[in-house]
């Protein structure tokens, strides 16, 4: 006879989501600061204008307004570190999910997500 897993109250599964979304964002928010570095963000943006960069004018970027220059960089550093935190991501959101699933239904996650 099968052992049946145990189940949870309603309101524990909210305590159980809080904790993996605050993992998810301190990690997200740690790897921006990374990435707002001024040396990691040169190294960055000589990556993304690689491409484009002889079709700027005077190969740089154009500030057009007070805070752009700002508010671009956290997009970048923002951006990057959604990329790079997209494994630990994932994990969390399986870790909360995969406990619902049956057995046979756990079996097609890894697949499902490679196709």
Request: proline letters at 9%; charged letters at 20%; a positive charge.
């Amino acid at each position: 006879m099968p052992v049946e897993p145990k189940r949870m109250p309603f309101l524990q599964h909210f305590h159980e989501l809080r904790k993996r979304l605050t993992v998810i964002a301190v990690v997200l928010f740690v790897l921006a600061l990374v990435f707002y570095d001024a040396t990691i963000f040169k190294f960055l943006m000589d990556i993304f204008l690689a491409p484009v960069r002889h079709y700027l004018p005077g190969g740089k970027l154009t500030v057009l307004g007070p805070f752009e220059q700002m508010t671009f960089r956290f997009k970048v550093a923002f951006m990057a570190a959604l990329i790079v935190s997209m494994p630990v991501t994932l994990y969390e959101i399986f870790a909360f999910l995969t406990p619902a699933l049956k057995p046979r239904e756990k079996k097609w996650i890894f697949p499902t997500v490679l196709a």
